[in-house]
């Protein structure tokens, strides 16, 4: 079982959106994925709610129960775990970092976002874990805005992720009907980015992207 922790000491960084279209585009690849909700606001839960089904199955708990919470999930059998946190929690952020096998920290492109990040990044030295910076809601046409990004990452000595969620209204319709932009567009750019930050993430867990045999004999 591998386990990804999306974690930022900033709300609004976009962390449940990230959670949601990497578990459900796992999903998709035959893979048996949970989301771990561990923010009180749930939002990543009243997502699983509005989808229905149980591939990503959504579980909220508190970061105490982590632990217990991810023993459970393999025994299961699950494939992958999104361990989804709540802002400005250092005690959840740290516990989540450290049972994670990679940690994603997503942010927006602006100068203030960016530099937030730095507490963030600090934390997960404490974990002692891989932790890649994923740029979100990022305007479209904006290469100019990623290039400077990219300096203030590098300057915060943290890796960044080669793909980024562009600020696309596919993400924000999809969502809303418990979908994800894969599912609500899928030949949109938004799909696109997706596809290319997810098949990134399989390849730092040394996952491969294909569907399991299981679900191909199935359909």
Request: with cysteine; aromatic share 4%.
């Amino acid at each position: 079982m591998k386990i990804v922790a999306i974690v930022s000491q900033k709300g609004g960084a976009g962390k449940t959106t990230l959670a949601v279209h990497l578990a459900a585009r796992a999903a998709h690849d035959g893979r048996q994925a949970v989301i771990v909700d561990l923010d009180p606001q749930a939002t990543a839960s009243s997502w699983g709610d509005w989808r229905g089904g149980d591939n990503p199955v959504v579980v909220a708990a508190p970061h105490t129960r982590l632990e217990a919470t991810l023993a459970e999930a393999e025994k299961s059998g699950v494939d992958l775990v999104i361990i989804d946190t709540p802002p400005s929690a250092d005690a959840a952020a740290v516990a989540a970092a450290r049972a994670a096998d990679l940690v994603l920290i997503p942010t927006r492109a602006s100068a203030f976002d960016l530099h937030a990040i730095k507490t963030t990044g600090e934390l997960m030295k404490i974990a002692q874990k891989p932790a890649y910076v994923v740029l979100n809601a990022v305007p479209p046409r904006s290469a100019s805005v990623i290039d400077e990004a990219a300096e203030v990452v590098k300057s915060l000595s943290l890796g960044l992720a080669p793909a980024c969620l562009v600020d696309r209204a596919a993400f924000r319709h999809a969502v809303i009907n418990g979908q994800t932009a894969v599912e609500f567009e899928p030949s949109s750019k938004a799909a696109t980015e997706v596809h290319i930050l997810y098949t990134w993430m399989c390849g730092q867990l040394g996952m491969s992207t294909r569907k399991s045999a299981k679900t191909r004999s199935a359909a």
